[in-house]
């Protein structure tokens, strides 16, 4: 039952911060959503900030398995193939539903303030970079595959955030075409200069 009652919990997080948003998403609306008692939220996570946590891990957790699962079905092992699924995995519908994108962006403001969420953080752009950098390192020098790597994670970054903030939501084909559209730039670039 724990692994149940975790995701339920999970979920009823997302669900509370998407109504009322993280600051009035509290203790007790979120077991509410869930059909619980509050007291079962410290029993499991020690409370809302180990709630507000765990949620984040399965968020990350989530786009780590829509990226891996995009790398897993490419047809060649292409720098671009391998780019292209990591853009795809960013814009997945685990990661840009309204009450995940709420979440998202409340972790965002939040890991600004909170060491634990903080460190999600890092290790999740440190985590984007590394394998942008790796692809854009096959065919670029290390100084161009670092910048490239840069402007493609901002892209990924401010399409995700401009998108998130529109009042219908992120359109996540238009985001992604952006996106593939800004790898080919960088790509292209490479290739003229070569």
Known sequence: MEPIRRQQLIKATMAAIDEVGLADATVARIARHAGVSAGIISHYFGGKDGLLEAT???????????????????VD????????????GN???????GPVAKTWLDFWASSMHRP??????????RRLYSNLCAQFR???????ARQA??????????????????PGGLDA?????TALDTLDQLLAA?????
């Open 190 to 194: 490479t290739a003229t200069t070569d």
């Open 138 to 144: 096959r065919v670029m020098a290390r100084d161009e």
């Open 77 to 88: 092992d292409s720098p671009r193939s391998h780019l292209r699924a990591i853009i795809e």
């Open 173 to 177: 084909d238009s985001a992604r075409r």
């Open 149 to 166: 790597s840069r402007t493609l994670a901002a892209v990924i970054d401010g399409l995700w955030l401009r998108g998130a903030l529109t």
């Open 56 to 74: 984040m891990r399965q968020i990350l957790s989530d786009l780590g398995d829509a990226v891996a699962a995009r790398r897993r079905a490419l």
């Open 116 to 125: 634990q969420l903080s460190r999600l953080q890092q290790v999740n752009d």
């Open 91 to 97: 814009f997945d519908r685990s990661q840009v539903t």
